[in-house]
């Protein structure tokens, strides 16, 4: 649990053809790990841009998983090199913005990883969890009190 005794949230982007099988598998498996994690499927991790990543921060996510295929088996050759390139720049940005880059993680799993997928899972769990809640989170809801008690700073 976190300072506010909620659990965080992990958006994981996770392409179609490795990592996404890898967490059906974990799933039809009966692996354990923990259910904080919002699955988005993609293609290939070569579709995510970094403004998904900034969005899915802002939309309220603790963290970040980016899971693609191993380095040298994308389906479309490269997807998973250029996801690699945009999490590094999103990282930096994070870090700019007051954010801990450890709140996004780029992974790579094959299809058949499903119990490195469950163990990549428990580790941002745990390291998010260490973290807090996001900032973010934390200004928006500031916001939000201010707002319905009239009281500007
Ligand atoms: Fe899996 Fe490109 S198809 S990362």
């Known amino acids: 649990m976190n300072a506010n005794n909620s659990e965080p949230i992990i958006v994981a982007f996770c392409c179609h053809y490795c990592a996404y099988a890898a967490a059906d598998l974990a799933g ?3 692996l354990q790990y923990p259910p904080n994690i919002r699955i988005v499927r993609m293609p290939c991790t070569g579709r995510l841009e970094v403004n ?3 969005k899915a921060f802002e939309a309220g996510a603790d963290g970040v998983l980016v899971a693609g295929c191993e380095e040298g ?8 090199y250029l996801a690699k390139g945009r999490v590094n720049t999103a ?5 700019e913005a ?3 880059p450890q709140r996004l993680r780029m992974v790579n799993v094959s299809a058949a990883s499903s119990q ?4 990549y899972i428990r580790e941002i769990v745990e390291t998010v969890t260490g ?3 996001s900032p973010v ?3 928006e809801k500031r916001t939000t009190n201010q707002e319905q008690t009239g009281v500007m700073p």
């Open 28 to 30: 039809s498996g009966r």
């Open 91 to 95: 990282r930096q940005l994070l870090e």
């Open 73 to 80: 088996s994308c389906h479309f050759k490269e997807g998973n």
């Open 98 to 100: 007051g954010l801990e």
């Open 137 to 139: 989170k934390k200004m």
């Open 116 to 119: 490195k997928f469950a163990e």
């Open 131 to 133: 973290l807090g809640p």
């Open 52 to 54: 998904f990543l900034m």
